[in-house]
T-cell receptor, first 115, second 115 residues
Framework: DGGITQSPKYLFRKEGQNVTLSCEQN?????MYWYRQDPGQGLRLIYY???????QKGDIAEGYSVSREKKESFPLTVTSAQKNPTAFYLC??????????????FGEGSRLTVL | AQSVTQLDSQVPVFEEAPVELRCNYSSSVSVYLFWYVQYPNQGLQLLLK??????LVKGINGFEAEFNKSQTSFHLRKPSVHISDTAEYFC?????????????FGAGTRLFVKA
């Protein structure tokens, strides 16, 4: 079945360590997104990418990095520079074009806890 | 700048009662409007969307929403809720940003249906 796969589902990290969250989609979507979810704050956009080898900062990009070397994959690295990384991270994709009106399709999320 | 405000953080309601979840948005550009639902520890899924045309849109699970341009609102309604509707609901706007389309979300409304 087509969809978005995020891994790992749960991750624990010590302070000062970088960690990479995986996001893979087989929907043949052009656009991919990373969101961070904290209780009472909704979803906040970290990074997004419309095409391979191109990505844009969202509203809270500091302390995060991404790459888009393949259409299907959009990994997110949470670096040690991110001051409060404990959160639920959601990856999404859509049929992103200049005339896009499409919905977002979400993965199941990755819950990161910094010890 | 674009923003989304969900006016209620929590809405408790009895089973089979009607419910309205309120959403207001602010935007200087054209937007598309969406409602998503999130069940615990899962990603979001689309309930309904407004792109153009009729201001009353129907979605899955018996939900509907009405777009009001003059009041910049997109309230979600259901005439009779079920226990299974207990979840968090997010209003979202999608618009053309730098480098492609972006979607931003409200803080969410937690709907709690009581027996």
């Amino acid at each position: 079945d087509g969809g978005i796969t995020q891994s790992p589902k749960y991750l624990f990290r010590k302070e000062g360590q970088n960690v990479t969250l995986s996001c893979e989609q087989n929907l043949n979507h052009d656009a991919m997104y990373w969101y961070r979810q904290d209780p009472g704050q909704g979803l906040r956009l970290i990074y997004y990418s419309q095409i391979v080898n191109d990505f844009q900062k969202g509203d809270i990009a500091e302390g995060y990095s991404v790459s888009r070397e393949k259409k299907e994959s959009f990994p997110l690295t949470v670096t040690s520079a991110q001051k409060n990384p404990t959160a639920f991270y959601l990856c999404a994709s859509s049929t992103g074009t200049t005339t896009n009106t499409g919905e977002l399709f979400f993965g199941e999320g990755s819950r990161l806890t910094v010890l | 700048a674009q923003s989304v405000t969900q006016l209620d953080s929590q809405v408790p309601v009895f089973e089979e009662a009607p419910v309205e979840l309120r959403c207001n948005y602010s935007s200087s550009v054209s937007v598309y409007l969406f409602w998503y639902v999130q069940y615990p520890n899962q990603g979001l899924q689309l309930l309904l969307k407004y792109l153009s045309g009729s201001t009353l849109v129907k979605g899955i699970n018996g939900f509907e929403a009405e777009f009001n341009k003059s009041q910049t609102s997109f309230h979600l309604r259901k005439p009779s809720v079920h226990i299974s509707d207990t979840a968090e609901y997010f209003c979202a706007v999608r618009f053309a940003g730098t480098g492609g389309f972006k979607t931003i979300f409200g803080a969410g409304t937690r709907l709690f249906v009581k027996a």
